[in-house]
């Protein structure tokens, strides 16, 4: 569904991919392994073909975000952006740690499922640092925002005061917080990109597993001094 004009928010399994129809077409994150054919069915339906996809952009390396690259990289042959810190796992170079690593007993019941859920290796194309521009919507550049994983960034975009936070903050209840303290893995980092981000005049807030939220700034300032 298009929640702003030419950004659009694609359910997948168990969270959002986003697609941003500029100039370029950019698809930020892709959804567990498995998603690829439904993305690129949401592609045709907008009247979009995959060969039109120009980069996808990987928020982190978590199995509910790159799970479905390799699957795209093949479909679309669009090539791959992350950051720099998260490249060499993407690529299958180091073993990706277990996601569910802090919370022991769903690391335990997830491990069989392993081999099934963590994504296959995929060529990274373009490594990504703080401050990046990026095709697809006026302006938009990656914000470098640790915490949840290393190399975890959100994208913003100040000609639409549009930011897309990836898994850095949840959405909870009307209440902005920060990530999961079962999934991520530094919280004192992932409290210091939450500052970073307060310094931004962002309106939309995007998540990848919440509805968007309004009032971006003031809700990440408010945030930002309690944390
Ligand atoms: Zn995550
Ligand atoms: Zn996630």
Known sequence: ??????????????????????????????????????ILRYL?????????????????????????????ARLARAPIAAHVAEAPYLRGE???????????????????????????P??????L???????????????????????????????RRLLLVGDALEWKRGELRLPSRFFSEDLEEAARSVQKLASLDARTLCFSHFPPADQAARRLRSLAAGA
């Not at 521009?133 to 990656?142: K, Q, S």
């Open 44 to 72: 045709r339906h907008i009247g979009r073909s995959p060969r039109e996809l120009d980069l996808i952009v990987l928020t982190h390396y978590h199995p509910d975000h790159a799970g479905g690259a390799a699957e795209l």
């Open 1 to 38: 569904m298009e929640i702003l004009p030419g950004v659009h928010r694609i359910g997948v399994l168990g969270s959002s991919v986003f697609l941003l129809e500029g100039r370029s077409l950019v698809l930020v994150d892709a959804g567990p392994r498995g998603s690829g054919s439904r």
């Open 129 to 159: 640092e703080d401050g990046d521009g990026l095709p697809g919507l006026e302006g938009l550049r990656v914000v470098h925002t640790p915490g949840h994983t290393p190399g975890s960034i959100s994208l913003y975009a100040p000609a």
């Open 122 to 127: 995929v060529r990274v194309d373009v490594e």
């Open 94 to 120: 180091i073993g990706m740690p277990n996601p569910f690593v802090r919370h022991q007993a769903l690391a335990a019941a997830a491990s069989p499922l392993l081999p099934w859920i963590m994504p296959q």
